[in-house]
């Protein structure tokens, strides 16, 4: 247990050092009490990087109740160092089973909440539903990830949505950094520790081409793979085949592939049709929210016998005897095999999540009940924050300038 407790104190420690936008707001957090009084309860996963969040909430003057918005994604030696070094309320461990998943998120909600800080919308979806009595107290939420704001935009279309959601997966400090970068990066940490096989030289499927599947598609070519993607949209579709990748259909592409990597925020990206082609040998992984982009039922369907193989890997030895492997029982491999995205990436995400929750406090009552974007101003001040840190300096436009672009008398 001690091990366990300093090992979880160093990592946040670690982060917390390499999280300058953070420090920048922890500063004016701690000294403004800008979220004093107020209950924020947070799903999100249990990691180093969201242990930073959770304190600087904290220090900020808010009484915190976390759990993880994942089964497998919870760092236990980060949840012990929260509880027992920093005192927060942390209800997640790795390896949850669905009962204890749920359980958690019900105590999260059990604290009658102020606002809420989800990822995936599980939390938020909850309080809508099965636990309806805790709505009235709710002011309003942030939502992380892209799977969770497709469904709360969804929930808004149908008028069931009852508070304000500032939808931070969107912001550009976010999603052009976090999705692309962290995501690329990660899931290769991922499939490092949980493989130890090399990506050099293989055929490595990309479904999806959104900005998490393009920074996966980029890591992937530059650590010497022969890329391909799926994809439903044409423009996106198009945009892969003009960045360099073979462009077919997942049912081609299996029957060649050595490695899938799903990343597309739906389900049954690879299914029945797909596995009986698939290619003897091949290593599935996902990346996606929730773990239904790889169909285990229709998995398990074509398989004989199912074998544990290394700490993440499972074995599925199919019916007519070929062996099909698959990364952390289908969940997002990054976190599930690996740490997350590095903590540079997450200092911009988590500090729009700092900032958005803060705007929330302040305007929730002049919002509607639907799913806002996050201000412009806000992301700009997170992007001039993280340059100061970088050492970048930039130019400003001249008064000139300024009156050329906003003119439209003057064309010279």
Request: charged share 25%; net charge negative.
């Amino acid at each position: 247990m001690e091990e366990l407790l300093k090992k979880g104190s160093l990592r946040l420690h670690w982060a917390y050092e390499h999280m300058p936008v953070m420090q920048t707001i922890d500063r004016r957090f701690k000294k403004e009490q800008p979220l004093a009084g107020l209950k924020i309860g947070m799903a999100l996963h249990t990691e180093a990087k969201t242990g930073i969040l959770a304190i600087v909430l904290a220090n900020a003057g808010a009484k915190i109740c976390l759990a993880s918005c994942n089964p497998l994604s919870t760092d236990d030696s980060v949840a012990m160092a929260l509880r027992e070094e920093y005192g927060l309320d942390v209800h997640a461990k790795k390896g949850e089973n669905q009962d204890e998943y749920y359980n958690n998120l019900n105590t999260v909600l059990n604290t009658a909440p102020d606002f809420l800080i989800d990822d995936g919308a599980d939390l938020i979806t909850m309080a809508h539903t099965k636990r309806r009595d805790v709505l009235s107290n709710i002011k309003g939420a942030n939502e992380e990830t892209t799977t969770g704001v497709v469904r709360l935009k969804a929930m808004a279309k149908d008028k069931k949505l009852e508070f304000p959601v500032l939808s931070v997966n969107d912001a550009k400090m976010k999603f052009l950094f976090d999705n692309r970068y962290g995501t690329g990066q990660s899931t290769f940490d991922g499939w490092m520790n949980a493989t130890n096989l090399i990506v050099a030289g293989k055929r490595l499927v990309v479904a999806g081409y959104g900005w998490c599947g393009k920074g996966v598609a980029m890591r992937a070519k530059g650590l010497g793979a022969s890329v391909i993607v799926t994809e439903i949209d044409p423009i996106k579709a198009i945009e892969a085949k003009m960045d360099g990748f073979e462009v077919m259909k997942m049912v081609d592409a299996v029957r060649i592939a050595d490695i899938v990597i799903t990343v597309t925020g739906c389900r049954d990206i690879v299914r029945a049709e797909h596995f009986i082609t698939m290619k003897d040998g091949c290593v599935m992984g996902n990346v996606g929210h929730f773990d239904n982009e790889i169909s285990k039922s229709d998995l398990n369907s074509i398989t004989k016998n199912v074998t544990q193989v290394r700490d993440s890997i499972e074995e599925y030895l199919t019916k007519d005897g070929r062996k099909l492997y698959l990364i952390a029982d289908g969940r997002l491999m990054n976190l599930a095999a690996g740490q997350g995205h590095p903590a540079e990436i997450m200092d911009t995400s988590f500090a729009t999540q700092a900032l958005g929750i803060e705007y929330v406090k302040n305007n929730y009552s002049k919002m509607e009940c639907k799913v806002y974007d996050v201000p412009e101003d806000m992301d700009l001040e997170i992007a001039k924050i993280k340059l100061e840190s970088m050492g970048v300096t930039i130019d400003t436009m001249t008064d000139e300038q300024v009156h050329y672009v906003s003119s439209w008398q003057e064309g010279t």
